[in-house]
């Protein structure tokens, strides 16, 4: 799936311009059969099914950051909340990428005026519009709540 909005495409050139590698999980759709080419090649995997691709995708996952997409990427959003929220997995960031786009996409404040969300899972995600920001954002978060963001490293040099 890939993103479209101006905002995400900024973004994803901001990741490239830095080397940053981009994992691509992609999967066989009817419209969309080849990977989105922000995906580093030797970094593209191919799965048959959803619950797959999410289960890869939330395994490793040190951060969600979520660019402007339609229903694929509204559904992998959700359920990484809805985990988050019910403590199936532990927290991660979550970045929703262009505030613009995602405010009028989804109205959180509507869903907590009606009752069907709880205020304090507002606080499950933010917005971002840079790369830079993103990043800076995710090394807060995880400094904030002492999950590790790296592996340790290893003082055992002796293999």
Same mark, same amino acid.
């Given at each position: ?33 080849? /990977?989105? *080419?922000? %995906?580093?090649?030797?970094?593209? =995997? ?5 619950? !797959?691709?999410? @289960? ?34 532990? /927290?991660? *960031?979550? %970045?929703?990428?262009?505030?613009? =786009? ?5 109205? !959180?404040?509507? @869903? ?48």
């Amino acid at each position: 799936m890939q993103s479209c909005a101006p905002p995400a495409v900024s973004c994803h050139h901001d990741w490239l311009r830095v080397g940053a590698p981009s994992v691509g999980l992609n999967i066989s759709l009817p419209h969309e059969q080849f /990977p989105n *080419p922000y %995906v580093s090649p030797d970094l593209c =995997f191919c799965v048959h099914y959803f619950g !797959i691709r999410k @289960l890869h995708f939330l395994k490793r996952a040190k951060a969600l950051v979520v660019f402007p997409g339609g229903f694929g990427t509204i559904d992998e959003l959700f359920e990484t909340l809805t985990l988050i929220q019910t403590r199936k997995i532990k /927290p991660i *960031p979550v %970045v929703l990428v262009g505030e613009q =786009f995602w405010r009028r996409a989804i109205d !959180i404040d509507f @869903l907590v005026e009606e009752g069907v969300v709880d205020p304090e899972d507002r606080d499950l995600f933010w917005y971002a519009e840079t790369g830079q920001e993103i990043w800076d954002d995710i090394l807060k978060w995880h400094a904030a709540t002492g999950a590790p963001l790296f592996p340790p490293i290893s003082n055992n040099l002796s293999r």
